[in-house]
């Protein structure tokens, strides 16, 4: 690393950090910004570390907010900084590796320091250190113009304008990170934030016009996927003898600057996680969610939520213009691979549903890909691996699969993708089964799950709803697939007759007892029933539209028949019991008929003859089950806490105290 821990924790005794801080003001004219800004230092990323410099941010903050009102530093820190990003552009076509590392340090600096204000203070408290000049103490400049705002448009400038070269990453990185910096003060409000100042200057003015070309960026940047350059290769290093650029203008101060740091960014090895991952893309994927979950402002709807919306492919040249002045074009082929290769992160599914469910284009492109199993394996594993994942990982994974089976071209072609050795699928060895029944025996599993350890009345709901919305179309169940279906109804049967029997018991009991509140087994029973009547309805629509292509689950239906006996004379059930029971009748009468002793093939053999002498008019029609998914009301409450959760634990190179933290309990992602 550029500074080991003891490094960092020399920070607030550090001469320029501590000039900076002051009382003195500093023209931004003076020789010190060159000094200050001449450091290399390779952002701390273990927790650690980063505890230690916000720590040290801490300390140089109390001093800076006491001393700013007169000093007018922090002003004059963001103008330099300011001036200095005028020739960016210029310098990384030029690889003037010089004026982007100073760039790149001042930038660090405001984003450390603006991490700890932001979270100290109110954003109009935060606001007006951004007005005080070198005056009168006190006394702020009225007339200048709003820096807070000038601050946050060349950031997204700075995103969208600086090619992304080996020399620009790391503070393109800083810039995106400053953002969600400047936005972080959510994180200290137990409340949804409805109205905020940065919010106000992102939605309206100079920041405004940049909104698709900002969200456009950070989609490619989360595409792209760009490894961090080697360590160094951002940076500016001197050379071995003492010579380079740096001492044409520093003449020399290097050699004793910032003794804290080691210059070069030499140091501590990343580990292969950090090697692997991409700084850039997950940062910028996570500032994509927090602009897309900002709620509207009263006069205007969130124009990045607006643009994530209605943003087009690149290759659909029928796109007609968009009435939406943020729409934009991006290679949605580009977009698709790369959702598929990062399912495995919660923030990557959480755009992915946000793109399914808003924004159409992307949702007709996906259901017309010929290679869904791409997309829908790694939402499969994360549904498998549910004792691993946080509730709101699997939600999102099971609310993606509800979307898609809304579609009957989906439901219909999952059926006809083989898949071959599901190595994650541990129950039982699968060599060769159909994406759908794959699908089927994964929320299956959920649901079975879900009934032993967590009871969530709104997973088994979405459960049942995708099982639903794809039962007219079951094709060829893999046997297994059709056997599970039944276990599940047996384990509903089996749940039924305890609930029921220990209502029965509570009743007797409560008529000799002395008046104590009884458990409300009336409620428990019917919340079964209605699952067993859902499970019921799946089985028979089934039965009803797709009886001919399904064999395995008359096999699995006649070979557990008795189970579905107490349910034919029930009154919630008598009618979907119909056509179930005449299914179970018409088979069981040609199986008896071919005599004793069948072999399986048999058996399989006489159920497909007979689907085929089956008359369909003697099946009684029901509706069609169909379940749409709609976002609650105020899905904010939802959204902007997980959001911000996943900020919280994931965001490279921050740290924020838990105990500062407001919006969500620790536990809670």
Same mark, same amino acid.
């Given at each position: 690393m550029g500074a080991n821990g003891s490094s960092i924790s020399e920070l607030p005794e550090n001469e320029y950090l501590k000039k900076l801080s002051g009382p003195e003001a500093i023209s931004e004219n003076d020789p010190f910004w060159n000094q200050l800004l001449s450091f290399s230092f390779n952002t701390p990323t273990n927790s650690a570390e980063l505890k230690l410099l916000e720590e040290a941010a801490v300390s140089v903050c109390k001093s800076l907010v006491e001393n700013n009102p007169r000093t007018g530093n922090l002003a004059a820190l963001i103008k330099v900084f300011l001036s200095r990003t005028k020739e960016l552009k210029i310098s990384a076509e030029c690889q003037n590796h010089l004026f982007i590392w100073q760039a790149h340090n001042a930038l660090f600096i405001i984003c450390c320091l603006l991490k700890v204000l932001v979270c100290q203070m109110p954003e109009e408290e935060l606001q007006l250190h951004f007005t005080y000049e070198e005056r009168t103490p006190g006394s702020y400049g009225s007339e200048c113009e709003d820096l807070m705002e000038e601050l946050l448009c060349v950031l997204i400038q700075l995103i969208v304008e600086i090619p992304l070269l080996d020399i620009t990453y790391s503070i393109s990185l800083e810039a995106v990170t400053t953002l969600v910096v400047f936005l972080s003060c959510q994180l200290f409000h137990k409340e949804i934030l409805r109205e905020s100042i940065v919010h106000k200057y992102l939605m309206h003015g100079r920041c405004l016009p940049y909104t698709s070309r900002l969200v456009k960026t950070l989609l490619y940047n989360f595409i792209r996927q760009e490894r961090s350059p080697p360590p160094g290769a951002h940076v500016f290093q001197p050379e071995s003898d003492g010579g380079g650029l740096l001492y044409g203008i520093a003449s020399g101060v290097a050699t004793g600057l910032w003794t804290v740091f080691t210059l070069g960014g030499a140091g501590g090895k990343r580990t292969p996680q950090q090697e692997e991952s991409s700084p850039l893309a997950n940062q910028?994927? !996570?500032?994509?969610?927090?602009?897309?979950? !900002?709620?509207?402002?009263?006069?205007?709807?969130?124009?990045?939520?607006?643009?994530?919306? %209605?943003?087009?492919?690149?290759?659909?040249?029928?796109? #007609?213009?968009?009435?939406?002045?943020?729409?934009?074009?991006?290679?949605?082929?580009?977009?698709?691979?790369?959702?598929?290769? +990062? +399912?495995?992160s919660d923030q990557a599914t959480l755009l992915l549903y946000t793109l399914l469910h808003q924004n159409t284009n992307v949702r007709t492109y996906m259901l017309a890909r010929t290679d869904m199993e791409n997309l829908v394996l790694p939402i499969l594993e994360i549904l498998y691996h549910v004792e691993e994942r946080n509730s709101h990982h699997v939600y999102m994974a099971l609310i993606i699969l509800l979307i898609l089976t809304e579609d009957d071209g989906f439901n219909r072609s999952i059926h006809e993708v083989i898949l071959k050795n599901i190595t994650w699928y541990s129950e039982r060895v699968l060599t060769e089964i159909s994406l759908g029944s794959l699908l089927i025996l994964v929320v299956i599993r959920t649901i079975q799950y879900n009934m032993t350890r967590t009871r969530d009345k709104y997973l088994h709901t979405n459960c049942l709803a995708a099982l639903a919305n794809m039962s007219a179309q079951f094709?060829?169940?893999?046997?297994?697939?059709?056997?599970?279906?039944? %276990? #599940?109804?047996?384990?509903?049967? @089996?749940?039924?007759?305890?609930? !029921?029997?220990?209502?029965?018991?509570? &009743?007797?009991?409560?008529?000799?007892?002395?008046? /104590?509140?009884?458990?409300?087994?009336?409620?428990?029973?019917?919340?079964?029933?209605?699952? $067993?009547?859902?499970?019921?309805?799946? $089985?028979? /629509?089934?039965?009803?539209?797709?009886?001919?292509?399904?064999?395995? #689950?008359?096999?699995?239906?006649?070979?557990? *028949?008795? &189970?579905?006996? +107490?349910? *034919?004379?029930?009154?919630?059930?008598?009618?979907?019991?119909?056509?179930?029971? #005449?299914? $179970? /009748?018409?088979? %069981?009468?040609? $199986?008896?008929?071919?005599?004793?002793?069948?072999?399986?093939?048999?058996?399989?053999?006489?159920? @497909?003859?007979?689907?085929?002498?089956?008359?369909?008019?003697?099946?009684? @029609?029901?509706?069609?089950?169909?379940?749409?998914?709609?976002?609650?009301? +105020?899905?904010?409450?939802?959204?902007i806490p997980y959001v911000w959760s996943l900020v919280y634990n994931s965001a490279v190179a921050l740290y924020w105290n838990p105990q500062d933290v407001q919006l969500f309990t620790m536990d809670s992602g």
């Open positions: 910028s994927l !996570l500032l994509l969610l927090i602009l897309a979950n !900002l709620t509207d402002a009263p006069d205007t709807p969130n124009p990045y939520r607006q643009a994530i919306m %209605s943003f087009k492919n690149t290759q659909d040249s029928t796109a #007609l213009p968009s009435p939406n002045p943020h729409a934009f074009q991006i290679n949605f082929n580009s977009l698709y691979t790369t959702l598929c290769e +990062q +399912q495995n094709r060829s169940l893999h046997q297994y697939a059709a056997q599970r279906i039944i %276990s #599940l109804f047996s384990l509903l049967s @089996k749940k039924h007759n305890k609930v !029921l029997e220990q209502a029965t018991q509570s &009743l007797r009991s409560s008529l000799s007892s002395d008046g /104590s509140p009884l458990p409300d087994y009336a409620q428990d029973l019917n919340v079964i029933e209605e699952v $067993i009547r859902m499970m019921l309805e799946i $089985i028979n /629509s089934c039965l009803t539209n797709s009886l001919h292509h399904n064999p395995n #689950l008359v096999y699995a239906l006649l070979y557990k *028949r008795d &189970l579905f006996e +107490q349910f *034919r004379t029930h009154p919630s059930f008598q009618d979907v019991m119909q056509n179930i029971d #005449l299914v $179970i /009748s018409f088979f %069981s009468s040609r $199986i008896e008929q071919a005599g004793a002793e069948l072999s399986v093939e048999r058996v399989l053999e006489i159920i @497909k003859q007979g689907a085929v002498a089956l008359p369909r008019d003697r099946l009684r @029609k029901f509706p069609e089950l169909k379940f749409k998914y709609v976002e609650e009301e +105020q899905p904010e409450e939802f959204f």
